[in-house]
Each structure stands twice: as C-alpha cells, then as structure tokens.
C-alpha cells in the first residue's frame, strides 16, 4: 500500500512540475485512486470508490471544511 502512495505521490510531482493546476493533477489521477480501493477490505470500497470520484470541487470542499475545523 505504501509504494502505491509512493507512485502516486510521485506521479503527481511530476504532472504539477509540467505547470498542471491543483484540479487537473486531482481529476487526472481519480481512476487510479478508484482502482487502490479495490485493496481495501470489501466493506470499506464502495465509500472510497465515492471519494476516489468526487469532483475536485467536491474535494476541495471537503479539505478547506477539514482544515478550518483544525484551526477553530
């Protein structure tokens, strides 16, 4: 699991290294962070299929609530 992380942390480098934007490294990587799910256990894919799919603006919501919630 950790050398996936580690593909797909490094596949990102390289795509917003060639002057991509936040939204396009995230939907361009969305299929292979569906296809990690299908590693997990059975009663944990469907939610992290759900999320590996959701919309960078989706996404990007969800992250910026996060965050703020850390700093209240």
């Known amino acids: 699991m950790m050398n996936?992380?580690?593909k797909i942390g490094f596949a990102m480098l390289v795509?917003?290294?060639?002057?991509?934007t936040n939204a396009q490294v995230?939907?361009?990587t969305s299929e292979l962070r569906a296809q990690q799910c299908s590693k997990l256990p059975e009663r944990d894919q469907a939610e992290?299929?759900?999320n590996a799919r959701a919309s960078y603006g989706e996404?990007?919501?969800?992250?910026d609530e996060a965050v703020q919630g850390e700093t209240k």
């Not at 795509?15 to 991509?20: E, I, Q, R």
């Not at 996404?59 to 992250?63: E, G, T, V």
């Open 15 to 20: 795509v917003s290294g060639a002057a991509c």
């Open 48 to 50: 992290c299929a759900s």
């Open 4 to 6: 996936s992380i580690a």
């Open 59 to 63: 996404y990007k919501k969800a992250r």
């Open 26 to 28: 995230y939907n361009s």
